[in-house]
Each structure stands twice: as C-alpha cells, then as structure tokens.
C-alpha cells in the first residue's frame, strides 16, 4: 500500500515526476534534476519532504533510552539544539541514522527516515525498558527543507523569530506562517544552508502556499527528490538503504564522529574493539578520470581487475561537471589519490579516491 503526503494533489497539479519511494507517493522531479539542483545552489528551493519519521520521547528517562540506542553523546544537548545520530543494530551494523531534537528537559524529537519508521519504532521500543513514553506522530506531520542561500532572506517575513539568530542544527519553537508552535530548524540535506519546517497536517497547505507566496521574489521553486539526492552526494553525506545499512559500521562509513564512546550504548564494545583494531573497509568518495556516469551498484575493481567493492551512490555531479560516486573499498586503497576503477558495462573506467565533500562553496 503506498502512502500520499498530505500536499500530494499539490504536486500533482505542479507537474511533478511521482514515483514510490520509501512506501509513499514522491515528487521525484519537476522542471528537471539539473535546474532544480542549481536552483538550491544559488537561490531558494523547497522539498516536501513530510514521508520522513518522528517520534517524541518523554519522561525521566527519555535521555537514558536515547543514550542507550545511539551512538553520538544525546547528553551534550540543550534545548534548541539538534544532533545527528545513528542507531547500531546489536550485530555491527545501522539500523537507521536519524537527528534527535531536545525539545524540552525530558522530551525529545527523533527524526527518522521514512523507509524504516516501522522497523526503528520497534527497535526503540524494544530498549524501553523503564516507561519511556512514546508518540509515533509520522502521520501528523509535515515537513518541508527549504534550502539555499537566498532561504532565510526569503523566509524571514513569515516569521517574527529572527532566523540569522538559529546557528547550524539548532532550532526554534514559534510562530511562522500564521501558525505557533512550527519546528523551524537550521537543519538539511543539501549543504546549502536553510530551514526544515515541522508543521501540523491541517497546517501544510497554507504554510506551503505562504512560503512560494513569500519566496516569490526570490524565485523560490519545488524540488524533487532526485535533485535532493545530487545535493546530498555533492555534500558526501550517507543515505541509508545505499551507503549505509544493516551490514555497515558507522566506522567503515565515516561516523567516528558520532560515535562517541563517553557512554554505554549497542555494540559499543564491539565498535571500541573495530576502532582499536581498525576497520577492514571504508566508505570513500571517488571521481571518474575516464568518460563515463557510476551508478549505484556498479562494481569497483582494482588494476589487476579484481573486484573490491561496489557503487554505493553515483552521479554526474551538476556543480562540478564531474563523475562522482562513494563506494566501500579495502582500507589501502581508500587513502586520497588511491587508484580504483569502476566497472560500467563491461570496461574498467578508472577513478581516484578524493577528498569529501565533492563540493566546496
């Protein structure tokens, strides 16, 4: 059964790609990948993004259950800060990675992605333990990434809260659009900078037509999902289902740095130990030196032509007209300016390993 956003009718009527993903209807493109790509580079765009997940946590030991299924250091936030996070599996791997909000002492806002609502729900309940009050709100809410640099000049008559006063990944609780209590968060995907808006359902519509109403001058425009996904492999930010998962350490994918060993948490020993021995394989970012687009899957080889890894996300990045990818390869060949090649159709297309992100501002 595929689900609807609540604006689904609206981006029908905008001429949107829908495609599945993730168990809903999606806006995958609308004026086209490319244009919507530099679009949020340059200017204004906004993403309904409203399949992703939340869910509140509250109580005394809201923290402690955090602290206990995620890997980066929860106890570090004040309310109005967000932190990005992941849950280890029990087994080395990622169940999901996810953005935790401090809403308040003792509750909290989990963000999760869309695709594993059901399977995280049940992974955090099952470490609840000690009463921890859980609301599943994924079906309340909406949610839409205004991104780019032009977002919070386009932005800020809809609201009376200051938005250059919200530093990266902190937020405020208040009145935008006409409406109270909205989530606007200096958070994205994009690395252009921005807002994601939490509202309510009921809300979304008017909210929506407010901020293209206000973005106008701006020439705000929608944007698709597949434009979300050139911004975020530009960045060499992870997306869970391709460069991460259930058989990949948040070690082996680059998130030491939130993987914070200042407490007790699901294989926290066994990660301890993958650090201390050092991890076998790592997630790299690559350009093609050679004509030719990675794609997801494709297989990586080395010279001799040995298959050592595969394509985990790639694409003909429209900032930097390069071929560009992030894949898994043996740890000595994942140093920078490591020569790898990518097999498409048949022929070793050769690449180096370079530095993340792909795109410097």
């Known amino acids: 059964m595929i689900q609807t956003v609540t604006l689904n009718h609206i981006h029908e009527s905008l001429g949107a790609k829908m495609v599945p993903f993730a168990g809903f209807q999606m806006p995958v493109q609308y004026a086209g990948v490319n244009v919507e790509h530099e679009t949020v580079r340059n200017g204004v765009g906004v993403f309904d993004v409203s399949h992703m997940g939340e869910f509140f946590l509250s109580g005394p030991n809201a923290l402690d259950l955090i602290q206990r299924v995620t890997t980066n250091d929860a106890s570090t936030l004040t309310i109005g800060r967000a ?9 080395g791997g990622i169940v999901d990675d996810l953005i935790i909000y401090k809403m308040e002492e003792e509750k909290y806002l989990l963000v999760v992605n869309a695709s594993n609502i059901e399977k995280d729900w049940n992974w955090i309940s099952s470490h609840n333990t000690k009463g921890v009050q859980m609301e599943n709100a994924s079906n309340d809410y909406s949610l839409f990434a205004i991104q780019g640099p032009k977002a919070m000049e386009a932005m800020q008559s809809l609201t009376n809260i200051d938005l250059s006063s919200i530093a990266y990944y902190h937020f405020q609780v208040g009145n935008f659009a006409g409406f109270n209590d909205v989530i606007i968060s200096a958070t994205g995907y994009t690395g252009s900078g921005g807002f994601e808006i939490y509202c309510k359902n009921e809300q979304a519509e008017a909210i929506w037509h407010a901020v293209f109403k206000a973005g106008a001058p701006f020439n705000i425009q929608p944007i698709g999902l597949a434009a979300r996904d050139t911004l975020r ?9 391709n460069d991460i998962d259930d ?3 948040p070690l082996e994918a680059g998130l030491g740095w939130i993987t914070k060993f200042t407490k007790d948490f699901v294989d926290a020993d066994f990660l301890k130990t993958q650090k201390e021995n050092g991890v076998t394989k790592k997630l790299v970012g690559f350009e093609l030196i ?3 687009i990675p794609r997801h899957d494709y297989e ?3 010279k001799e032509g040995e298959v050592i890894g595969k394509v985990t996300s790639g694409t003909m990045s429209p900032s930097t007209g390069k071929a560009i990818g992030l894949g898994y390869v043996p740890t000595a060949l994942s140093s920078v300016d490591s020569e790898i090649y990518i097999r498409i159709r048949n022929k070793d297309i050769a690449a180096k390993v370079v530095k993340l992100p792909f795109y410097k501002k």
């Open 83 to 91: 932190q990005y996070s992941c849950m280890p599996n029990g087994k």
């Open 247 to 249: 058989t990949t350490s």
């Open 233 to 241: 492999l530009e960045m060499g930010f992870c997306l869970y289902g």
């Open 290 to 292: 050679e004509r030719g």
């Open 300 to 302: 990586i080889v080395n």
